[in-house]
């Protein structure tokens, strides 16, 4: 069974820290990627990497960035945590694009 | 760029069945992809269809592809209170894209 670990199911946090969410997949992935949900705007893609040390920026970047070091792990970093970044934040993995995706359970993310 | 659409809710009684429905733009879709969302939870794959079947079926779970209309449903038979979710669709083409729908928040009424 493929398992997507995400480092925190709750996190709070003030307006202006750094903030890292952490993602862990242990099937020897490609690709990983990370998505905010919200509700009635559904997934939104966030960032993406299909190999270590590289990303691709999806639909909604800004504010964002991304770490992959190792394969199985994937960060996102928010550099400056603001109000509006409070969300559902969602981790998958694939074995190559366009393949099935696999997520973690989410972190849900307050940004007071 | 591509596009996929459901209805936001649905309600059903216990024991009813629950169809939902789902169309996409893509016309070189290879897969269609049904997850579940229980609350406060991710994303779980339930089932999957390759683009040159029309039907697929899992126990409770039947999946109707209408390739023409770009068309794809989600039948659960007998409904019950742990079938409350949000349900995506999902399409890829098996290329870059993998694209999912807003959901579908199925409600199951006693």
């Known amino acids: 069974d493929v398992k997507v670990t995400q480092s925190s199911r709750y996190l709070v946090k003030r307006t202006g820290e750094k903030v890292f969410l952490e993602c862990v997949q242990d099937?020897?992935?490609?690709?990983m990627f990370w998505y905010r949900q919200d509700p009635g705007l559904g997934l939104r893609l966030i960032y993406f990497s299909y190999d270590v040390k590289m990303k691709e920026k999806g639909d909604i970047p800004e504010g964002y960035s991304v770490s992959r070091e190792k394969k199985e792990r994937f960060s996102l970093i928010l550099e400056s945590a603001s109000t509006n970044q409070t969300s559902m934040y969602l981790c998958?993995?694939?074995?190559?694009?366009?393949?099935?995706?696999?997520f973690g359970p989410g972190t849900r993310l307050l940004v007071l | 760029g591509e596009d996929v659409e459901q209805s936001l809710f649905l309600s059903v009684r216990e024991g009813d069945s629950s169809v939902i429905n789902c169309t996409y733009t893509?016309?070189?879709?290879?897969?269609l992809y049904w997850y579940k969302q229980e609350p406060g939870a991710g994303l779980q794959l339930l089932t999957y269809i390759f683009s040159n079947m029309d039907m697929k079926q899992d126990q409770r779970l039947t999946v109707l592809l209408n390739k023409k209309d770009k068309h794809l449903s989600l039948r659960i038979a007998d409904t019950q209170t742990g079938d409350s979710a949000i349900y995506f669709c999902?399409?890829?083409?098996?290329?870059?894209?993998?694209?999912f729908g807003p959901g579908t928040r199925l409600s199951v009424l006693p």
């Open positions: 893509d016309s070189s879709s290879t897969y």
């Open positions: 099937m020897d992935h490609e690709n």
């Open positions: 999902a399409e890829t083409d098996y290329g870059q894209n993998f694209v």
């Open positions: 998958a993995s694939s074995p190559g694009l366009g393949e099935t995706q696999y």
